[in-house]
């Protein structure tokens, strides 16, 4: 048992502990090119949160690991099967009614760990922090908290070489031989301004992916995602245990 996972302790110990912080990791369920599992978010952010959680508590942070929510946003892949999509409107019914249970019991701090590209929490985020005004919400996105290019030479955003790797790591009994994955060829926008970057509109996963993949994973290994997941999970335990120990009221300074 691991008493800082919610779904493996029990009730003896939550009697207990007085929980400084709550972590919520959100994932996705959806395909990632011909060689990686459809759960391919939730492994990852769930073990991510699980040693990141490990290593706070090992800090004496009294941090929380929430279940994780499998399923996220994937409006742009209606037509890819059993990619299960859920409206950001829904996310904010279920974001709010956990939120409303930590609010009355006191667990004032919540970190909402983000596992898939397709999820925008800010925005939910903004309004929730008006109707729980006593909480401290914060979100990060696993891929952004330590620079990807500091360990994998090709870019990509999913079933890439960085998240082949971390599953080389974590679940290499889920992973295919790389020669069956697919290249991960993106097609560009043809509109300038969502091609350089400063526009913006939804990708159409169909027309832009034909492997669903986006980035070359040929060159993942195992070696690269278990430097990857070490480096994140350090400094995610960092930011769990800085939360924990900041006052709610005085996290300001001048």
Do not use: C
Not at 99 to 109: D, F, M, T
Not at 160 to 171: G, K, Q
Not at 191 to 216: C, H, L, P
């Amino acid at each position: 048992m691991r008493p800082y996972i919610l779904a493996e302790t029990n009730w003896k110990a939550i009697k207990k502990l007085d929980v400084e912080v709550a972590v919520l990791p959100w994932g996705a369920t959806e395909a990632h090119n011909y060689h990686l599992p459809y759960a391919t978010d939730n492994y990852q952010i769930e073990a991510i949160a699980a040693e990141a959680g490990k290593r706070a508590w090992g800090l004496g942070t009294k941090a929380m690991i929430l279940p994780n929510i499998p399923f996220g946003v994937n409006t742009g892949q209606k037509d890819i099967d059993l990619n299960i999509n859920l409206n950001p409107s829904t996310q904010f019914a279920i974001l709010s009614d956990v939120i409303e249970v930590l609010n009355r019991q006191g667990i004032l701090k919540l970190i909402l760990l983000n596992g898939h590209g397709g999820n925008g929490f800010k925005p939910l985020l903004r309004e929730l922090g008006l109707k729980f005004t006593k909480m401290l919400l914060v979100t990060t996105n696993f891929f952004q908290i330590v620079d990807k290019s500091a360990f994998f030479e090709e870019s990509g955003d999913h079933a890439d070489e960085m998240e082949t790797s971390l599953m080389l790591h974590l679940r290499p009994d889920l992973v295919l031989p790389l020669e069956e994955a697919g290249l991960g060829k993106e097609r560009k926008s043809r509109i300038k301004g969502i091609r350089e970057g400063w526009a913006w509109s939804e990708r159409n996963w169909s027309m832009v992916t034909v492997d669903t993949g986006i980035g070359n994973p040929k060159k993942a290994t195992k070696e690269k995602g278990q430097k990857f997941f070490a480096a994140i999970a350090q400094k995610l335990a960092g930011l769990i245990t800085d939360i924990a120990q900041t006052e709610i009221e005085n996290r300001y300074e001048d």
